[in-house]
């Protein structure tokens, strides 16, 4: 299948600090890509629809200039989790839709685990 | 809005024995369901889907999953699992009206004791 990789892996940062995260589609041009948070134990809960040149979508609660969202090509999306606090500390996801593989299949990157101290 | 309801938060099985996972979901459309396997330390990963057709779908691994539109249902199968299935399962549905968004359940931990 088609591979999407994110990175960091892993980032702890102070807290008052900026964080980018970068999801990359690796063998397929993704228009749209999305973000996810995982809290523990719990389901993965969609933050934001990032589409390649145009702003995101974001889903209800979730504060815009908090988490910016950038799609500047066709096989990277950036999240920017701005002025990061504890309460930020999460397991973040993307995915990336291969529209060569059918409307809804959705490939997803190995997550970014924030550490907000 | 649509929903997706997994009842069985943590399952503990031996090996060989067999496996059904539990799905369900809200929206009565049209929808197109997933189910996702994500094994420790690794990414999301697709074990199978239902887009139309045959209602019984055969995954990855020795999965499947039936599609029973009356019950609103897409449970998991496995006649005999390995150690090597312990992961978390997520159940995931899509619908056209929804804008194709994924909506996952709340996720089933399997442990699989050798």
């Known amino acids: 299948g088609a591979v999407v990789s994110q990175h960091p892996s892993r980032v702890i940062c102070k807290s008052g600090t900026s964080v980018k995260i970068e999801c990359r589609s690796l063998?397929?041009?993704?228009?749209?890509m999305f973000w996810y948070r995982q809290f523990p134990k719990q389901s993965l809960m969609l933050m934001a629809t990032?589409?390649?040149?145009?702003?995101?979508?974001?889903e209800q609660g979730v504060e815009k200039d908090k988490f910016l969202i950038n799609h500047a090509s066709l096989t990277l999306s950036t999240l920017t989790v701005t002025s990061a606090h504890p309460e930020d500390s999460s397991f973040y996801i993307c995915?990336?839709?291969?529209?060569?593989?059918?409307?809804?299949?959705?490939?997803f990157g190995a997550g970014t685990r924030l550490s907000v101290l | 809005a649509q929903s997706v309801s997994q009842h069985n938060h943590h399952v503990i099985l031996s090996e060989a024995a067999s496996l059904e996972l539990g799905c369900n979901y809200s929206?009565?459309?049209?929808?197109?369901l997933f189910w996702y396997v994500q094994y420790p330390g690794q990414h999301l990963q697709l074990l199978l889907k239902?887009?139309?057709?045959?209602?019984l779908v055969k995954g990855i691994k020795g999965f499947e999953a039936e599609f029973i539109k009356s019950k609103f249902s897409f449970n998991l199968r496995k006649p005999s699992v390995q150690w090597s299935d312990t992961a978390e399962y997520f159940c995931?549905?899509?619908?056209?009206?929804?804008?194709?968004?994924?909506?996952f359940g709340g996720g089933t931990r399997l442990m699989v004791k050798p």
């Open positions: 239902y887009f139309s057709g045959d209602p």
């Open positions: 995931a549905v899509t619908s056209r009206n929804a804008g194709n968004m994924l909506t």
């Open positions: 990032s589409n390649e040149g145009s702003k995101a979508t974001y």
């Open positions: 995915s990336a839709r291969d529209p060569g593989a059918g409307l809804n299949i959705q490939y």
């Open positions: 063998d397929f041009q993704a228009t749209t």
């Open positions: 929206y009565g459309g049209t929808v197109n």
